[in-house]
């Protein structure tokens, strides 16, 4: 039971190089003439302390060699050997100094290249991540550990062990020229380290988990700070006068956080402290074992010069060595973050069909269920339904039914739990990712406005034309754009957004038809999804948009979602959803026929309008 306790804690104090070596292979593969440069002057600045220390003896010596000669009546007194060891000296001190200055230097371009590095890896990652892992809170406190501070701890991993390599180096170096004076004493001193160290591992791997449960928390604090600084959030904040609410809410969270950094703090600082003595009492009890020594003339004077730098030095190196340990811990455990976030499991898209089999069978849904990953209630439940090529459904149903999911599935952001979509007759996922999204022009209702210019903004929908300005022109004359596009300042040059120079802001309108333009962008889509484009445009105009719509899309099967039966009816087919459930099917006339759901929220808009 004991030694399996102290078996635990040994891996525990361990678990401080865990990561050390992947850290160093990072550092490595992003520049390997630093590394290297790296290593050498860590070893060059490891060993050199010891040499000066002993180079102080060898003067020490050497002076009193020449003084007892002059005292012995010699009458040449030869100044040479001192003044030598002097030169050699100062030599050594001058190469210590150029290792240290070339370590810092090559630190921080190794921050810089690192910085980069691990930031890109971090992002490539994002790219292959699913929408789920977006919406689940605690991928997003993996993504905020990975991401904070990833420009900094992989080197300062690396900095530490190397510099605990450093400073091993000059201990050991301490240690032999302390060998010769007493095995017991380098003994002693290191048994009177361990409590010290085992301590500051301890302490280490606490303020590591403080540091990873809260995540959250951090994250609500970034979340305010988000709030009170952006300016789309800044209306809104000013007139319900929410600011000195978020900012209290800032402060409860900032001192509850407090509180526990500052126990851990003031715990580790005064246990650092108590144990610390411990070391600093043997090396003391050995450093006045030395005196008496030199006293009783057992050793020469010089020896104890180098002695008493030796322990002095000692004293530092191994201060400092505990901080670096101290830090490693936490390195490390940071590093734990970032890999466990680098290598999560993605399911990578296995389809590889790139063209249907049943060009003429369009878009089927056979019995399709889907239900959130943590969420007990399906969202959708046995929705079938068929759509031609060229034909155009309408889907309508209160907030909540399920048509943005319906959307997310059929775009293959999600899986179907069960039942079936098939486009062109092949299961979509058969299809080759690539090809099918190449397939769809999507308008989500939280569509991005890119702080981009104009043209960009239409251009996005089709990375590959991101630049044709043909294109640009054509899109955003089949999303109605046009018109407003060539009033801006600098038509379809004109930046867009308020967060760089010159940005011009769009009404809400506006950016739905730069959205709508988007979508046409991508002239090889041939299934175009709009999730309410038209929300912010007015009932004509949305007629409108509509007419024209249905003549430039007259080949594209389109999904759209509305609540403006003016729209609506215009589509060949007609779902409505109720919690998940698809409740009736048919045209616009074949429903108000039925007299049921559809019929009744139609005659209620339409009553509204008169
Ligand atoms: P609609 O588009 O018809 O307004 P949605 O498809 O967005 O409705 O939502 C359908 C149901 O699924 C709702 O009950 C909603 O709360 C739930 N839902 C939507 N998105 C998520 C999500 N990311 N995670 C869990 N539940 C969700």
Redesign the pocket.
Request: glycine share 24%.
């Given at each position: 039971m004991k030694s399996k306790k102290r078996r635990n804690t040994l891996r525990q104090s361990l678990a401080v190089f865990r990561y050390s070596g992947r850290a160093i292979n990072l550092v490595w593969t992003t520049s390997r003439t630093m590394t290297i440069i790296l290593a050498t002057l860590t070893l060059v600045a490891g060993l050199l302390p010891a040499a000066i220390a002993y180079i102080g003896k060898l003067i020490v010596d050497a002076v009193v060699a020449s003084s007892q000669g002059k005292a012995g009546g010699d009458s040449f007194v030869n100044i040479y050997p001192p003044l030598f060891y002097v030169g050699l000296e100062a030599i050594a001190v001058a190469l210590l100094a150029a290792s240290q200055r070339g370590l810092t230097i090559s630190q921080s371009l190794l921050r810089v290249l690192l910085g980069q590095r691990v930031n890109v890896l971090i992002l490539e990652k994002a790219l292959t991540l699913d929408l789920a892992h977006f919406?689940n809170s605690e991928f997003y406190d993996k993504i905020t550990n990975a991401r904070r501070e990833a420009s900094i701890r992989p080197l300062s991993l690396v900095n530490r062990t190397f510099g605990l390599v450093q400073n091993a180096l000059s201990l050991v170096t301490y240690g032999v020229l302390l060998v010769k004076f007493s095995l017991w004493a380098v003994v002693a001193l290191i048994v009177a380290a361990m409590p010290a160290f085992i301590a500051e591992t301890r302490f280490a791997g606490e303020a590591f988990r403080l540091f990873s449960w809260r995540a959250p928390e951090t994250r609500q604090q970034q979340y305010i700070e988000n709030l009170l600084g952006r300016e789309d959030y800044v209306t809104e904040i000013k007139l319900y006068q929410l600011g000195e609410m978020l900012l209290g809410r800032y402060h409860n969270v900032f001192n509850q956080l407090y509180g526990e950094d500052r126990d851990l703090t003031v715990r580790r600082g005064l246990w650092g402290y108590l144990l610390g003595l411990v070391s600093t009492a043997a090396f003391y009890v050995a450093y006045a074992w030395i005196v008496i020594e030199t006293v009783f003339g057992k050793i020469s004077l010089g020896d104890m010069t180098m002695y008493l730098t030796v322990f002095r030095q000692g004293q530092s190196t191994f201060a400092s060595a505990l901080t670096s340990i101290g830090g490693m811990y936490e390195d490390n455990l940071y590093l734990s973050n970032l890999y466990e976030f680098l290598e999560e499991k993605v399911i990578q898209p296995w389809g590889n069909v790139t063209r249907g089999s049943k060009p003429q069978d369009g878009i089927r849904f056979e019995n399709v269920s889907f239900t959130?990953p943590g969420?007990s209630k399906p969202?959708l439940r046995n929705i079938s339904l068929h759509l031609k090529p060229g034909q155009k459904l309408a889907i309508v149903?209160e907030?909540?039914?399920?048509?943005?999911?319906l959307i997310k599935l059929l775009t293959r952001l999600y899986t179907p739990d069960s039942g079936r979509i098939f486009l062109d007759g092949v299961d979509l996922q058969e299809w080759n990712v690539d090809a099918l999204r190449r397939r769809i022009g999507v308008i989500f209702q939280n569509f991005v406005r890119y702080q981009f210019t104009v043209g960009e903004n239409i251009g996005v929908g089709d990375v590959e034309n991101l630049d044709d300005s043909k294109r640009w022109q054509v899109a955003a004359q089949k999303g109605m754009a046009q018109q407003f596009i060539e009033r801006l300042p600098q038509s379809f040059g004109t930046q867009l957004g308020r967060w760089f120079k010159g940005g011009q802001e769009l009404s809400g309108g506006q950016w739905q038809k730069i959205a709508l333009a988007r979508a046409f962008m991508r002239t090889q889509a041939d299934i175009l999804v709009l999730d309410e484009p038209t929300s912010a445009i007015d009932a004509q105009a949305e007629y409108e948009i509509f007419n024209h719509f249905r003549a430039v899309t007259q080949n594209q099967m389109v999904f759209l979602i509305s609540h403006r039966f003016s729209t609506v009816r215009m589509a060949d087919k007609i779902l409505v959803i109720d919690n998940g459930e698809v409740v009736e099917q048919g045209t616009h006339e074949e429903l108000l026929a039925d007299g049921g759901h559809y019929a009744r929220l139609f005659l209620l808009q339409a009553a509204g309008y008169q």
């Open positions: 919406e959130y969420s969202a149903g907030n909540g039914s399920g048509k943005t999911t």
